[in-house]
């Protein structure tokens, strides 16, 4: 069955540091992978896709992604974070065949001044 | 262009009522699916809709449906609630003419709550 696993819960980073958040697949055939953020009571916005080509993936507000075949990850990340960072981050990827997307459990992004 | 828009933001059910949730996609977009979030949980896939047929449903009883209008909005029914149900549940779109690596875009989502 295709998952994806974020595997911390939280991660603290200081205003002005590069982050990463970490996702991890697993699926039959090409992944097709994706990177959505949520704030406090709203829906999930784009950030960021991986369909093939370059593994290195530029999105908005200054998030790329890097995706590695060999270890299954495609981890999310910042070379400088900002306190308006501070959100909720969910790793998805699509079932191949559908159009449904299966999404992690959520990192917690926090962002200190 | 407006994103995709869900109705109503808020409501309050009582047990073993029924509940009817709307979504509009974005303009061009044909594609709808329906998500549950659960406090503290991941989306979960509901159902997908493109041009008015089912293409897909997840795990969830009977007492779950939707169905796609000619203009492509959606409805989202779910009948008996139960406690259980109290959740976020959010409408996405896409335009399936993008390919395989489509990005669905989602609503605020409509916030349930079953007491």
């Known amino acids: 069955a295709q998952s994806v696993a974020q595997p911390e819960d939280q991660v603290n980073v200081a205003e002005g540091n590069p982050l990463t958040v970490k996702c991890t697949y697993s699926?039959?055939?090409?992944?097709?992978l994706f990177w959505y953020v949520q704030y406090p009571n709203r829906g999930l916005q784009f950030l960021l896709k991986?369909?093939?080509?370059?593994?290195l993936v530029k999105g908005s507000y200054g998030f790329e992604a890097e995706f590695n075949k060999s270890q299954t990850s495609f981890h999310l990340k910042k070379p400088s974070a900002l306190v308006s960072d501070s959100a909720l981050y969910f790793c998805?990827?699509?079932?191949?065949?559908?159009?449904?997307?299966?999404f992690g459990t959520g990192t917690r992004l926090k962002v200190l001044a | 262009d407006a994103g995709v828009t869900q109705s109503p933001t808020h409501l309050i059910k009582t047990r073993g009522q029924q509940v009817t949730l709307r979504c509009s996609p974005i303009s061009g977009h044909k594609s709808v699916s329906w998500y549950q979030q659960v406090l503290g949980q991941g989306p979960q896939f509901i159902f997908q809709y493109y041009e008015k047929e089912e293409r897909g449903r997840g795990n969830f009883p009977d007492r779950f449906s939707a169905r796609q209008f000619p203009n492509y909005s959606s409805e989202l029914n779910v009948n008996a609630l139960l406690l259980g149900d109290s959740a976020l549940y959010l409408c996405?779109?896409?335009?399936?003419?993008?390919?395989?690596?489509?990005?669905?875009?989602f609503g605020e989502g409509s916030w349930l709550t079953v007491v």
């Open positions: 991986y369909i093939t080509g370059d593994n």
């Open positions: 699926v039959s055939g090409n992944p097709y």
């Open positions: 996405a779109s896409t335009d399936v003419g993008q390919g395989a690596g489509n990005t669905i875009y």
């Open positions: 998805a990827v699509r079932d191949p065949g559908t159009y449904k997307y299966i």
